[in-house]
């Protein structure tokens, strides 16, 4: 029982922390996106609830909070109401084996990385399921292009990440983090470049996110699967898609940028990870607002004829050097 | 090789066209804004000049209450939205004397001079609601008596207020160019209480 509870205890902090961490960082985003959006449009962006606009995105939180929740007629109200539900729940799962700091880790497991890889998917289903009992026809064709392109995706995702711990033997991050301890140049984005390269493109793509968002495509299908979710029923998966951001950016300043490790030996700290996971943050921001969103087969091509063929070709060579 | 170059070489030379464009959005978010917040800053007179609001009547350069308008209708006749109303001013009744010389001119055969009418309009009523904004009533009006307003910040709380009597505007802009003081320091000053 004694040793139950000291498993337990820990484990149920790291899921409160997480919980807090993701809402902070989703009410953060949503504010830095729309600032960053208006900024490079050359207009304030939220200016007026607030200082700078800074309390805007918890209004917009507690109107979406107060609003009804309505379910659509014919639709099939268990599964419309579980999509959401499944899509956040696995996010907070995703916080725990990614190490923030040296102690700052929700859960030490020597199987991390699969443990992402593995949850991450169940956003896949959660939109097919959200677009499907939505009994609406921009929901069933989001979700349809949201289920092919987050599938497709996954593959040179999980390969780059292949590489990495074919280099390291490892899946656990912690121990891939504690190899590139030292200064900048233990970095495994010196050895891996072609990887972090594909990483970066396929988080785009794993996170609907712009130019690759064709789930959501306001100018073709209205909101894509979570067209008819109104209140919270929305709010969860915006949560949800802010979430699996924060997640794909901090496992790829931890595969790639040495996680919670300082570019200069001495220095480390949860501080590191915070700049470089926010770092990638702004990219991903700055991207969204320069690139236009592309063609599905165009998404699908960069996928099947470049991503994966390139992938595939530094795992290869990645087993091979280790080999040799 | 030549296809090797253009579907595979090519493409990976083009990702730079990716860099270029976040140089170019880079660049605009280090910029200034341009846009104006409005409650607590207002348009400067040079962007002001170039707004294109309701229609408004031009005055006499010298007598800037008088407008410039012939009644000539060609802009009630030219508005496709039917929105301006025109009222011409009637001949006014002839004074005994004119009519004593009427009568004179008839005994003698000659040409009658009646008191012709007043060209400027008697009424002048601009429907906002209605108006498209096209220009056409500015295009056509032989005499150039109308223009573009740079009324910006005007409010209307009903349908009747946009109906807007061009004359009495006219009158009003003129009394307000005589005493031109208070105008500038009214702008700022209503819109801050507006805020």
Redesign the interface.
Known sequence: MNAFLQNLIPLVIAMVGAMVWLGLNALVLVYCERKFAGHIQRRPGPFEVGPHGAIQPLIDGLKLMSKQLLTPDNADAILYWLAPILSMIPVLLLFMPIPYGPVLTGMEVNLGLLLILAFSSFNGLAVILAGWASNNKWGVLGAARAVSQTVAYEIPLLLTVLAISFMTGTLSLTEITSMQAGHIGNWFIWKQPLAFIIFIIAMFGETNRAPFDLAEAESELTAGFHTEYSSMGFGLFFMAEYGYMVVMCSVCSVLFLGGFHGPIPGIEGWWWMLVKTYALLFVMIWARWTFPRVRFDQLLNINWKWLLPLATFNLLATALIIKL | MGKFKENVIQ?ILDCWS?IV??K???K??C?????V?YPRQVIDDENLATYGGHIELIGKPKDPAMPKCISCMMCVTNCPSKCLKVVKQKAPKPTPEQEAAMAAAKEAGEKVVKPKAPKNPLKFTYDYTLCSLCGTCIDNCPVKSLKFSNNMYWVATSRKEMNIDLLARLKEQATELSVPAPKTEAKPAAAEKEA
Not at chain 2, 31 to 35: A, E, F, H, R
């Open positions: 493409p990716l464009g976040l170019i959005t880079g605009y978010f910029k200034p804004l341009i846009t917040h």
